[in-house]
């Protein structure tokens, strides 16, 4: 085996896995809070990458071409857009169901993709998107006797997904509104009763979990440059398969799921088939949950009475 190719098929692995982290902390979050699967999640990762290519076209048109200006101000708006977009999912779909059966959320929220993407394709057209290649530079590692290629960009990617999943991690086990978020996920009633409000916290999760699918749908644009927007379904079922298989309601075992998903995926299509990544994937979720029902990092769920 060419040990070296193996090593940058790993990189390349934990590039792709960084990106399932980071949608599927949206995923585990929702679930985590209210108990509910947000289907829709993975198609407002689809909306940032046009947002993405729509407003670093603007801000260039009007004359601004200082790179880290541009993409900074590009990361606000279309945080600050899909933010909104999370909110109103939650009002709409979410919000009079919570004390309904949980089949009825999830026929809304896949409703709500199913307009997303109707929404998009008509109003941005079904072709291919594609954007410049604004960040050039790589890095090479020297790693057994071989050298592996990494790009500036992807470099990003995995330093942003650490990013997030440790400042979330800290903010629910160290903040006042961390303590909020427990609360309302452990009991809702109860939580109102001593004062947390569930209808600003949950709005609150659906926008820090539409922030995080924008920050990976404006990285994933400034990587690979293009999209369309079908994109959203079968990376969002990844993202939920991550959570799933790390534990869905664990921050870091969500990104551990995408991580190990993401490595899966590689590594098969490097030294497989790449026709069939996606069978390989979904297998190695069934074998975990039949050993860990719980997922890796997942915790038993303790009934409530």
């Not at 026929?107 to 291919?128: D, K, R």
């Not at 500036?152 to 979330?168: D, P, T, Y």
Request: glycine share 10%; with cysteine; hydrophobic share 50%.
């Amino acid at each position: 085996m060419d040990w070296g190719y193996a090593v940058q098929q790993l990189i390349n692995g934990i590039i792709l896995g960084s990106i399932y982290g980071l949608i599927a902390i949206g995923y585990t979050m929702v679930y985590g809070i209210i108990g509910m699967i947000n289907f829709a999640h993975g198609d407002i990762y689809m909306v940032s990458t046009y947002l993405t290519a729509i407003f670093l076209a603007l801000i260039t048109l009007f004359g601004l071409h200082h790179l880290i200006t541009t993409l900074s101000i590009t990361f606000v708006i279309t945080m600050v857009i899909t933010g909104i977009y999370g909110w109103a999912i939650e009002r709409v779909a979410y919000r009079r169901l919570r004390q309904v059966s949980r089949l009825a959320p999830l026929i809304s929220a896949i409703g709500v993709s199913l307009v997303l993407q109707n929404y998009v394709s008509l109003s941005q057209g079904t072709s291919t998107q594609a954007i410049p290649y604004l960040i050039q530079g790589h890095q090479t590692l020297h790693i057994l006797n071989s050298s592996m290629v990494i790009s500036n960009v992807e470099l990003l990617i995995i330093l942003f997904a650490v990013m997030c999943m440790g400042i979330l991690t800290l903010i629910i086990s160290k903040t006042r509104l961390g303590r909020a978020m427990r609360a309302t996920q452990q009991d809702m009633s109860m939580a109102a009763m001593l004062g947390v409000s569930p209808d600003k916290i949950i709005p609150l999760v659906f926008v820090i979990g539409s922030c995080l699918a924008a920050i990976a749908g404006t990285l994933v644009t400034l990587n690979y440059g293009s999209f369309d927007f079908t994109i959203g379904f079968l990376t969002g079922i990844k993202a939920f398969t991550s959570a799933v298989v790390g534990g869905i309601g664990s921050i870091p075992g969500a990104m551990l799921g995408g991580m190990l998903l993401g490595m899966a995926e590689s590594l098969f299509s490097a030294f497989i088939s790449v026709d069939y990544k996606d069978v390989f994937s979904f297998g190695i979720l069934i074998l975990i949950l039949i050993f860990k029902p719980n997922g890796l990092l997942g915790t038993k769920d303790v009934e409530k009475i």
